[in-house]
């Protein structure tokens, strides 16, 4: 369940508290300006963040972060980095204090940069007779700090961060040193950005689900060069539209090109799946599994989706079984949970579907469809009572889903017939 909301309403160091008690698994994407960054969790903990076109580390780059006091995100779950990304493991609490304290100072800049679109000039006459020594960041940013570009262009042109490029402006309006001299009006990307800087903009606009405004960057870096990363996030913005037939085409067009084949066609597989051409989605995720460098238990579920619904049933538990075997760390996602029940169920397994729902149930207690199947499953057993409470769970998350009210109205009549 995607979680979305405003920096303003709710910091984000209380999102990142909020993720690390769940235990989630997925990308918090954070748009603020013309900005955009993404921290990835595993299981709670932070394995990988990032700020676009910024050489940033895992932990400088949430520092910055935390400056962000507007701005939306996004949590996306079960998205991982890139393949070949550096992980790490941190807990989100201890980076919380730094992170509260450069809040705090981020209170007092803010005073004085209230937006990124100001521009400053400087005082070359009271610069020259300084004796004070500057800070390392104060010698980068003052060739250039030019009347001309505003805070964000000295964030971008200097390869600083927020807080650290706001803290050096504020300790040079402070000693005098540079002044306002008006606002800038920005473009929505620079005139003059590189197609791996317009490439890199469009992927972190999509992994925070500003998905219109990434295709239309990404499609952009498409039409000038060959750029395979460019035409799979393509392809991604359509799956998540369910636009098939345009991600289909998407990674098509990258196939030839790309590096790592195993992710592209893993996802054409699934596109050509919800389009009901089976046959070449096996092919293509089988073809996936082969060019895979190692063993990726997505991949297996997915060929254990497509035999389910070739109907073979054999080839499905197969496939749903390798995938499991796969997830040695981390619990599986709910989507295996559904299709390894569904498997049971079809094969005349009531006892087993039950099992794996309610072990699912208890991995992610706030997933309607899998307490709407719990309670399908028990109404197919005969046992109403713990049907009414599966489906009266799922409705308390999900009003509006149909089948849970049936469900439960399935049951109310069982529970009177019963009585």
């Known amino acids: 369940m995607a979680i979305k909301g405003s920096l303003k309403e709710a910091s984000l160091p209380d999102v990142l508290q909020l993720l690390a008690m769940g235990k989630k698994t997925g990308c918090l994407g954070l748009a603020?300006?013309?900005?955009?960054?993404?921290?990835?969790?595993?299981?709670?903990?932070?394995?990988?963040?990032?700020?676009?076109?910024?050489?940033?580390?895992?932990?400088?780059?949430?520092?910055?972060?935390?400056?962000?006091?507007?701005?939306?995100?996004?949590?996306?779950?079960?998205?991982?980095?890139?393949?070949?990304?550096?992980?790490?493991?941190?807990?989100?609490?201890?980076?919380?204090?730094?992170?509260?304290?450069?809040?705090?100072?981020?209170?007092?800049?803010?005073?004085?940069?209230?937006?990124?679109?100001?521009?400053?000039?400087?005082?070359?006459?009271?610069?020259?007779?300084?004796?004070?020594?500057?800070?390392?960041?104060?010698?980068?940013?003052?060739?250039?700090?030019?009347?001309?570009?505003?805070?964000?262009?000295?964030?971008?042109?200097?390869?600083?961060?927020?807080?650290?490029?706001?803290?050096?402006?504020?300790?040079?309006?402070t000693a005098s040193f540079v002044l306002p001299v008006g606002r800038a009006t920005r473009p929505d990307a620079p005139r003059d950005a590189s197609p791996e800087e317009r490439r890199n903009l469009g992927i972190a606009l999509y992994r925070a689900g500003m998905y219109d405004e990434a295709e239309r960057e990404l499609r952009a870096v498409a039409a000038a060069v060959t750029?395979?990363?460019?035409?799979?996030?393509?392809?991604?913005?359509?799956?998540?539209?369910?636009?098939?037939?345009?991600?289909?085409?998407?990674?098509?067009?990258?196939?030839?090109?790309?590096?790592?084949?195993?992710?592209?066609?893993?996802?054409?597989?699934?596109?050509y799946e919800r389009l009901g051409q089976l046959e070449k989605a096996q092919l293509l995720a089988e073809r996936a599994v082969a060019a895979s460098r190692k063993a990726d238990p997505r991949m297996k579920l997915q060929l254990g989706v497509i035999a389910l619904r070739a109907g073979d049933l054999r080839g499905a538990k197969t496939s749903l079984s390798d995938a499991r075997s796969l997830w040695t760390s981390t619990s599986p996602p709910a989507m295996w949970f559904h299709y390894a029940a569904l498997a049971s169920g079809m094969g005349g397994d009531p006892r087993r579907e039950l099992l794996l729902l309610g072990a699912a149930t208890e991995t992610y207690p706030d997933d309607p469809v899998l307490l709407n199947n719990l309670a399908a499953a028990h109404l197919e057993t005969g046992d109403f009572g713990q049907a009414r409470e599966a489906a009266e769970r799922g409705l308390s998350i999900a009003p509006e889903i149909s089948q849970l009210h049936r469900n439960l109205a399935d049951a109310m009549i069982g529970l009177g017939t019963a009585g």
Not at 132 to 137: G, I, R
Not at 229 to 240: D, E, T
């Open 32 to 173: 603020f300006h013309e900005s955009f960054g993404s921290i990835y969790f595993d299981s709670g903990r932070i394995c990988h963040a990032e700020i676009a076109n910024r050489p940033l580390d895992t932990e400088n780059a949430v520092y910055n972060l935390f400056t962000w006091t507007s701005g939306t995100f996004n949590f996306e779950p079960g998205v991982s980095p890139q393949t070949g990304t550096p992980l790490s493991s941190v807990d989100p609490q201890s980076l919380l204090l730094e992170g509260a304290r450069r809040v705090d100072e981020w209170t007092l800049i803010e005073k004085k940069i209230p937006s990124f679109d100001m521009v400053f000039a400087l005082d070359r006459q009271k610069l020259l007779l300084n004796k004070l020594p500057l800070t390392p960041e104060q010698e980068i940013l003052i060739p250039l700090i030019d009347g001309n570009r505003d805070v964000s262009s000295l964030i971008r042109d200097s390869q600083l961060g927020e807080f650290e490029v706001g803290k050096a402006i504020y300790g040079l309006i």
């Open 227 to 271: 750029d395979p990363l460019a035409l799979f996030h393509v392809g991604l913005i359509c799956l998540r539209r369910g636009d098939w037939a345009a991600a289909v085409d998407a990674f098509q067009t990258a196939a030839p090109v790309a590096e790592v084949k195993g992710a592209l066609l893993h996802n054409l597989a699934l596109a």
